[in-house]
């Protein structure tokens, strides 16, 4: 049971570049979560998804874009990289009942340059 | 809206000996969740104690026990007996219930606190 697998581990972008992070699961969840870590802060919720064909914005949408065409899969597209994206980046699933907590991925370490 | 502060950047404690963690939220609501993350440097983020607003007992897991006081919305975590593994960030974290007005009750974190483990 691999529960969510993040890729790549790191990346290193230039200014303008783009690219999708991509998160999967194989525990059925309905809920799936990006989220953003920067240095010295908490997490911050970029999108969210509660099932497949439906996603909505978080706390720090600007920037992203998110699909979410099967339930396995929640990838997040970052379109003309800044600096101000550089940070980890998480993905972490749930099911539906309240009783469990999330699952998170290992993280991407992203650094725009 | 809803927010969790951890004012306590860094913290130290001796190996076996006993630390508390602090975390306060602001929140209007009555039903919600409380949990603590431990984040080791490997970045992996893992659940270590979770508590239910309308449940009055303290969460306990072993060597991690929190000390829920509602009224002061204050959530603080004690880890007894540390171990030099137990050296990580924690995070406090709060959810709403899910409600049908579209609240979707996702996590809100705070800061962070650094707990260093000297053997």
């Known amino acids: 049971n691999a529960g969510v697998t993040q890729t790549p581990k790191f990346r290193i972008l230039k200014i303008g570049q783009s690219m999708t992070l991509q998160c999967a699961q194989d525990?059925?969840?309905?809920?799936m979560y990006w989220y953003r870590q920067d240095p010295g802060m908490g997490l911050k919720l970029i999108y969210y998804?509660?099932?497949?064909?439906?996603?909505d914005k978080g706390e720090v949408p600007n920037g992203y874009n998110v699909s979410r065409s099967t339930t396995e899969d929640f990838p997040l597209r970052l379109e003309l990289a800044a600096p101000s994206q550089t940070s980890v980046y998480f993905c972490?699933?749930?099911?539906?009942?309240?009783?469990?907590?999330?699952?998170f991925g290992s993280g991407t370490r992203l650094t725009v340059v | 809206a809803q927010t969790v502060t951890q004012s306590q950047p860094e913290m130290s404690v001796q190996e076996a000996e006993t630390v508390t963690l602090s975390c306060t939220y602001d929140?209007?609501?009555?039903?919600?969740?409380l949990f603590w993350y431990k984040q080791p440097p490997s970045r992996q983020m893992i659940l270590v104690i979770r508590?239910?607003?309308?449940?009055?007992q303290n969460a306990t897991e072993n060597r991690f026990s929190v000390n829920f006081q509602k009224a002061a919305k204050s959530f603080s975590l004690k880890i007894s007996d540390s171990q030099l593994g137990d050296a990580a960030m924690y995070f406090c974290?709060?959810?709403?219930?899910?409600?049908?007005?579209?609240?979707?009750?996702?996590?809100?974190f705070g800061k962070g606190t650094k707990l260093s483990v000297k053997p």
């Open positions: 974290a709060y959810r709403i219930r899910p409600n049908y007005g579209g609240s979707q009750g996702n996590l809100i």
């Open positions: 525990m059925n969840h309905n809920y």
């Open positions: 972490a699933s749930r099911p539906q009942s309240l009783d469990y907590g999330y699952t």
């Open positions: 929140t209007s609501e009555s039903d919600y969740y």
């Open positions: 508590q239910e607003a309308y449940k009055q």
């Open positions: 998804s509660v099932g497949a064909g439906i996603t």
